[in-house]
């Protein structure tokens, strides 16, 4: 059974970092494209960046271009967003999933940025 767990989710202030993970178990992830999404009150759950399995970032949502970085340690089966220079409007639910065949989804992580 797959099973996607994400964390490192918080409290933050406009400007602050954080830095999620996405860990994986029934699973190898390295043999697929992973997605981080997310999730604000009342939306819809988008895409925020997609990464391939050998690591290389191939999108990013124009709202979060150059402030967030996705990677992953195939080797730990785990996936990562760097985010910088957060924002209000960055709060959401963060949620992780292979891109093309998307898995049943976690429970996310919130992440709040409030001053």
């Known amino acids: 059974q797959v099973q996607l767990v994400e964390s490192g989710g918080g409290l933050v202030q406009p400007g602050g970092s954080l830095r999620l993970s996405c860990a994986a178990s029934g699973i190898d992830l390295s043999l697929y494209s992973m997605g981080w999404y997310r999730q604000a009150p009342g939306m819809e759950r988008d895409l925020v960046g997609r990464?391939?399995?050998?690591?290389?970032?191939?999108y990013y949502a124009s709202a979060v271009r150059g402030r967030f970085t996705i990677s992953r340690d195939n080797a730990k089966n785990t996936v990562y967003l760097q985010m910088n220079d957060l924002k209000p409007e960055d709060t959401a639910v963060y949620y992780c999933?292979?891109?093309?065949?998307?898995?049943?989804w976690g429970q996310g992580t919130q992440v709040t940025v409030s001053s």
């Open positions: 990464i391939t399995g050998f690591g290389q970032p191939t």
């Open positions: 999933n292979l891109y093309n065949y998307p898995k049943t």
